[in-house]
Structures are given as structure tokens and as C-alpha cells.
């Protein structure tokens, strides 16, 4: 299995040796023994208040758009979002992690309105090195695995916006696991299975619909 959270740093660490020859071809203008001669700012003394820090204003932890963990629910986190009126919307949380124990994906569930196509929504968050055009494949416990698409990639991952039917949603709630799937882009031919625990699942979603309800 490809550890996705050590591609990024083996990628950066490649840029950097490739830089390597052109910048000791640059450092050979001087010869051994020869030192430097000091810069201005070498020998002239900084200023007292240079290196002062004069601080930065705290956020406040309580302000609206900030998330908090209302309750929890097995491996499910009921998170919620403040709002100025108090009625904050919540999702249900969980973080994904590798055989490893790296943290690699996050997983948000929310019930939809009576009456829609999809009975309950989620938004699924992968790390940028995933190999978007194998998309995201989902399955729950033994059954038949389904295949979704990235809506869009930011500059701290890419996230897919899904909808889960009715009878999905009965099989999470009488579930054990699901297993998420994406491939990483610098090993296209290997898969990253990553399980989606559905111990509290229930509570924490049933939570999460009569909390939106209110």
C-alpha cells in the first residue's frame, strides 16, 4: 500500500537533489581557504526594536464559521458550524486513516430533505497527490462497491460531493465497515483501501438529523 502522506515530502526531496549540481557549480568561484567577506548587514549592528514581536490578534474560538465537536458517536464525530443565530448546522465526522495509522482522508455525512433523490449527502476530502481520473470507489461490507467523481481540488486537497440513497443509508446503519478507495498519482497501478468504521453510525447520524431539523 502507498503512503500517501510521504509522496508530497519524496517529491520536494527530488526537486531539491535535481538543483544540487548547478548550485555547487556556483559555489566553485572560491577557492579553498578564501572566506567570504562579510555583507553590510554582517557588520553593522540591527536596531533594538528589529527583532521585536508585537504579537498578533487571537481569533476568537467561539466566533461564527468556526467547527466544534458536539458529540460522539463511536467512531463518528457530530461536528457543527456556529452561526449568529444559533442554529448551526452539523455533519457527521470521521477521519480516515492508512494500515499505518497516517491520517489520509475525511469523511462528512449529512441527511437531505424528505423527498430528494438522494436520501443523505457527504463530502469525501483526498489529498492532492490522488489520481483524480480513477475517481473515488466506495463499498459497504460485502456489497457492491460504487464509484464516484472529484467536484473540485483546493490548495489543501480535493473533495468529492456525493448522495447516498435510502436503501445506502439502511446499509451503513446495519453495516460493520465501508471501504474507501483512491489511487495515488505517482502509483497509478496500486490502490489505497482506507475503512470507514460504522460503530456509532447510527446514533451519530439519526443525532445529526434532528439537530438540522430544530
Not at 22 to 30: I, K, L, R
Not at 104 to 130: Q, R, W
Not at 157 to 165: E, L, M, Q, S
Request: net charge negative; aromatic share 6%; charged share 20%.
Amino acid at each position: 500500500m502507498v503512503d500517501l502522506s510521504k509522496l508530497l515530502p519524496a517529491i520536494v526531496l527530488s526537486a531539491l537533489l535535481a538543483t544540487a549540481p548547478s548550485v555547487a557549480q556556483d559555489s566553485g568561484t572560491t577557492t579553498e581557504g578564501d572566506a567570504a567577506a562579510p555583507t553590510a548587514t554582517e557588520t553593522e549592528p540591527s536596531s533594538p526594536a528589529s527583532d521585536l514581536a508585537l504579537g498578533e490578534e487571537v481569533p476568537d474560538p467561539n466566533a461564527p464559521g468556526t467547527t466544534y465537536e458536539k458529540e460522539t458517536h463511536g467512531d463518528w464525530q457530530v461536528r457543527c458550524i456556529r452561526t449568529e443565530d444559533g442554529n448551526d448546522p452539523c455533519q457527521l465526522y470521521q477521519l480516515l486513516k492508512d494500515s499505518n495509522g497516517n491520517s489520509v482522508a475525511e469523511i462528512s455525512m449529512f441527511a437531505l430533505p424528505e423527498g430528494e433523490k438522494a436520501a443523505a449527502g457527504a463530502t469525501i476530502a483526498v489529498p492532492l497527490e490522488t489520481l483524480l481520473t480513477q475517481q473515488i470507489t466506495m463499498v459497504i461490507d460485502s456489497g457492491q462497491p460504487k464509484r464516484y467523481p472529484f467536484s473540485w481540488c483546493s490548495q489543501i486537497g480535493c473533495f468529492a460531493r456525493v448522495g447516498f440513497t435510502a436503501q445506502e443509508v439502511a446499509a451503513f446503519k446495519a453495516g460493520s465497515k465501508a471501504t474507501l478507495t483512491i489511487i495515488p498519482v505517482v502509483a497509478p497501478d496500486q490502490k489505497v483501501n482506507l475503512a470507514v468504521s460504522l460503530s456509532g453510525f447510527t446514533a451519530g447520524y439519526d443525532a445529526v438529523a434532528k439537530l438540522n431539523a430544530q
